[in-house]
């Protein structure tokens, strides 16, 4: 949550700020603001509500300074306001910080610097960090208050003292007027990159807010804190150590966090699709033998052996897509797999140890109860593989294994393409185990292999045959109140990414319901004109979902099915029949899923709300 930026070099630094802020207002979006050192002073502004509300106020009084910090806030300590917006500052004014995370001590740290004089503006917990800073740049306790004389020099000192009573998760970059020519930045928790420029450096807490700069980057890793000056950047541990880092050299090109002429960022990332599963797919899979292979993961034999159980762990979107590799593995492999969601496994005293398998999956890589999932399995003994989009993120980093989904940066909040992209990951993780553990023929491989390899091109077809149609839909359903997703096994598991997607960038009430269970309780919401979505993909459980539908029709609900192609016998029992080519019924998932998102997104669209970035959500969950 929150996107921290900052640029030292000898450009104008407000234009660089807010353009790399916009970039980042995926992570939060309800405040703004920047601080540069302009002549002889730091100056801060900030505001309530998006960037745009920010840039109106700074027309006509641009900060002119070549050195700043910004931030984009998702509220957590106190509620989205001018004052609660980033950066705060300390009494004098002197020392600014922005902070993505949450310090857990601060009301006890705020009591204490209250003791020592210091007063407070806002309702934040990260305003006690430049009081900090401000308390050990002039001293620190133990010296008599006021008159000793000023640490010139020590700004990096005074961080790493402030830095070290402060607990929590925090990314936060620090300015002084003091020493206006640093930035001092530091990482416990939360991600933070450098980026290298010539005679300039930048700051981000993401890699794409970088991409109009350099394609040069250092991830910080927990525990470090850099000083950034217009000619290079050192990096040290907490403890002042310096640490040598690599330089990743980004392969990103800017133009893939642009909109590219769609009106978001959802429709632009759904329409990437086809390509997601390609790159995931590419070089993984032998089309001859129908052999898959990971990179740098193997399990050997020895392993197999003992291998119990897989556990799945993630949150949200990925947590879906988890609950599909659950049915892929433990029918592939024939291996007990348990999907939790992270912020519960986490608190479960979970059952993980050498002989499980865990699995966390993330987008992102850096949502905080999932890497607490990993390290809490990791501490117990287990071996844990990250199924993640973003290299160099905490979750890639902290894992025994990566198995990186290739979709792309993903803007907005809504995950569409990753979502994709992580069941293909999963497919494949299925098959290579399913060889291993000598469960899956070569021929059923090679089978499944081939059919993934038309994934992309279905997928494209759905967009050809289905948009205008789903778009209609959406328009037709648009003011509806609630809207029902049910369906048997994988259908099911889609049915919960379908209800998700909807509910969180239209705001309408969605829910997803195992078609069996609705006569235990459901299907007395089931009232006239309630559109129901029915997924009918399961060929095993086809007839028992007929009676299913027959069910909610019974209740004059407007049902849309998904079926296979060739399906004649749906088209009587529903309303809308929307076909997607036939494939295995394992790999349904990615292709009943579009539909679901497309409806999703133009039913936010005929709704007018704010698709990319809908409210109280931000896309990469870094506090619990
Ligand atoms: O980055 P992650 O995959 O770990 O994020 C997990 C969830 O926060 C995420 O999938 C969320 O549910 C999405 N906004 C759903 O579209």
């Known amino acids: 949550m929150c996107g921290i930026v900052g640029y030292i070099g000898d450009k104008q630094a407000t234009p660089i700020l807010l353009e790399n802020l916009k970039k980042l207002e995926y992570r939060g979006y309800d405040s703004s603001g920047l601080a540069v050192y302009d002549r002889d002073r730091i100056e801060v502004r900030k505001a309530e509500g998006r960037i745009a509300r920010l840039e109106e106020m700074l027309k006509g009084d641009e900060p002119g300074g070549s050195a700043g910090i910004g931030h984009t806030r998702w509220a957590t300590h106190g509620r989205p306001s001018d004052i609660n917006a980033h950066p705060h500052a300390d009494c004098s004014g002197e020392f600014v910080v922005v902070h993505n995370g949450i310090i857990e001590n601060y009301l006890e740290l705020k009591e204490w610097l209250e003791s020592r004089g210091h007063t407070f503006k806002s309702e934040t917990d990260t305003e006690v960090l430049p009081h900090l800073v401000e308390e050990f740049y002039r001293g620190g306790p133990g010296d008599s208050e006021g008159d000793d004389p000023v640490n010139d020099g020590e700004l990096e000192a005074a961080v790493r003292e402030a ?27 939360s991600p933070l990159i450098v980026g290298l420029g010539d005679g300039e450096n930048f700051l981000a807490s993401d890699i794409p807010a970088l991409l109009a700069w350099t394609n040069r980057v250092i991830v910080l890793d927990d525990g470090e804190m850099a000083v950034l000056t217009r000619d290079g950047v050192r990096v040290s541990t907490f403890d002042g150590e310096p640490v040598a880092k690599d330089v990743l050299d980004v392969k990103w090109g800017p133009g893939l966090i642009e909109k590219g002429g769609y009106e978001h960022f959802m429709l632009k990332e759904i329409h990437e699709e086809p390509r997601a599963i390609r790159d995931t797919l590419a070089g993984r899979i032998n089309g001859r033998t129908g052999e898959v ?30 609950l599909v590799g659950k049915k892929v593995i433990e029918r592939l492999a024939r291996i007990p797999v348990e999907v939790e969601l992270a912020s519960e496994f986490r608190y479960s005293d979970p059952m993980v ?45 902290e894992a025994d294994d990566v198995i990186h989904t290739w979709a792309g940066p993903e803007i907005a909040v809504a995950s569409t393409k990753a979502y994709v992209a992580q069941l293909v990951s999963l497919y494949l993780f299925g098959i290579y185990l399913g060889r291993r553990a000598g469960a899956l023929k070569p021929e059923d491989s090679k089978r499944l292999v081939e059919e993934i390899r038309q994934l992309p091109q279905h997928v494209d077809m759905l967009f050809g045959r289905h948009e205008e149609r789903v778009r209609d839909f959406a328009r037709e359903f648009a003011r509806c109140e609630d809207v029902f997703f ?11 990414e379908g209800s998700l997607k909807l509910k969180e960038v239209s705001y309408i009430r969605a829910e997803a319901y195992a078609a069996g269970e609705l006569k235990h309780g459901t299907l007395a919401l089931i009232v006239q004109g309630v559109p129901v979505f029915a997924l009918t993909t399961q060929l095993d459980v086809y007839e028992k979902m007929l009676s299913n539908i027959k069910e909610v029709k019974a209740r004059d609900a407007t049902v849309i099915a998904l079926a296979f192609e060739g399906d ?3 088209g009587k029992l529903v309303d809308y029949v929307i076909h997607i080519p036939k494939v295995d019924p394992l790999l349904t998932p990615v292709l009943s899923v579009v539909p679901l998102q497309l409806f999703a997104y133009y039913a936010a669209v005929a709704r007018g709300c704010d698709v990319d970035k809908p409210r109280n959500l931000a896309k990469s969950v870094t506090v619990e």
């Open 163 to 189: 830095i070290g009573r402060a607990q929590g998760s925090f990314a936060i970059a620090v300015m002084s007027q003091r020493e206006p020519d640093r930035i001092v930045v530091a990482r416990k928790n």
């Open 293 to 322: 292979s990971l990179e740098d993961f193997e399990l050997d034999d020895d392993y197999l052996r003992r291998l119990k159980k897989i556990a799945i762990v993630a949150c949200g979107t990925a947590y879906h897509a988890g």
């Open 353 to 397: 140890g050498p002989d499980v398998l865990t699995i966390v999956i993330s987008q992102s890589g850096e949502t905080a109860d999932t890497l607490a999932g990993l390290r809490e399995a990791r501490a117990r003994g287990s071996r844990v593989l990250a199924i993640t989009n973003v290299v160099g993120s905490s979750v890639a980093r």
């Open 486 to 496: 049910i369906g048997r096994g994988l259908d099911y598991a889609v049915s919960m």
């Open 568 to 570: 004649e016998t749906i």
